[in-house]
């Protein structure tokens, strides 16, 4: 993932906003409210047999924060939301009211991540019980069995949980060793 210029706060939280009211508008929202959403990343990573959970994210706004700019890149590197998020980085958008209402970044980013987890399943929340039950139907892109996984393991990396391979420090590396080349090789 590249790594956009640093944004403020607010910005952040606005871009993400606006993206997911995109987003809805064109699919819908699965989430009612910050707890479904929260259930729905955590079915994802469940299904897949990812370790973690995002609930933090409600907890730490500071890295609450770090994760919707991780989102954002991730928003501005895929095909289908490029167009949403590359002109919110370009420009980052401010907040031109008097009164500004505070909203929890936790709650924007679990909303953000299930409005991007819809462009590319389709997400069903069924509210039976308090707990309510979630379902992924693979029928917005091409159904590979590694369709949830890839999905999966690109939420740990925006939610900074590991999954897959991140990016190397180039201070880590060996003189004439590539990012790719296995340790101790030149």
Same mark, same amino acid.
């Given at each position: 993932?590249?790594?956009?210029?640093?944004?403020?706060?607010?910005?952040?939280?606005?871009?993400?906003?606006?993206?997911?009211?995109?987003?809805?508008?064109?699919?819908?929202?699965?989430?009612?409210?910050?707890?479904?959403?929260?259930?729905?990343?955590?079915?994802?990573?469940?299904?897949? #047999?990812?370790?973690?959970?995002?609930?933090?994210?409600? #907890?730490?706004?500071?890295?609450?924060?770090? &994760?919707? @700019?991780?989102?954002?890149?991730?928003?501005?590197?895929?095909?289908? &939301?490029?167009?949403?998020?590359?002109?919110?980085?370009?420009?980052?958008?401010?907040?031109?009211?008097?009164?500004?209402?505070?909203?929890?970044?936790?709650?924007?980013? /679990?909303?953000?991540?299930?409005?991007?987890?819809?462009?590319?399943?389709?997400?069903?929340?069924? @509210?039976?019980?308090?707990?309510?039950?979630?379902?992924?139907?693979?029928?917005?892109?091409? &159904?590979?069995?590694?369709?949830?996984?890839?999905?999966? #393991?690109?939420?740990? @990396?925006?939610?900074?949980?590991?999954?897959?391979?991140?990016?190397?420090?180039?201070?880590? /590396?060996?003189?004439?060793?590539?990012?790719?080349?296995?340790?101790?090789?030149?």
């Amino acid at each position: 993932m590249t790594m956009s210029p640093p944004m403020a706060r607010r910005s952040v939280v606005l871009a993400l906003q606006e993206i997911t009211e995109d987003l809805a508008a064109q699919h819908g929202l699965a989430a009612e409210n910050d707890d479904e959403a929260l259930q729905i990343v955590e079915a994802l990573l469940t299904h897949a #047999d990812a370790p973690g959970s995002a609930a933090w994210l409600l #907890d730490d706004e500071g890295l609450a924060l770090d &994760t919707g @700019r991780r989102l954002l890149d991730a928003l501005a590197e895929d095909p289908g &939301t490029r167009s949403l998020a590359e002109p919110l980085l370009a420009e980052p958008p401010v907040d031109d009211q008097l009164a500004v209402v505070e909203v929890s970044a936790g709650v924007v980013v /679990l909303v953000a991540l299930v409005a991007f987890l819809q462009t590319k399943v389709s997400v069903k929340m069924e @509210r039976k019980t308090s707990k309510g039950k979630v379902s992924f139907e693979l029928t917005k892109e091409a &159904t590979k069995g590694s369709t949830l996984m890839q999905l999966a #393991d690109l939420y740990q @990396r925006i939610l900074g949980q590991g999954g897959g391979t991140t990016p190397t420090d180039p201070g880590a /590396l060996g003189p004439g060793q590539g990012p790719t080349d296995p340790p101790g090789t030149v």
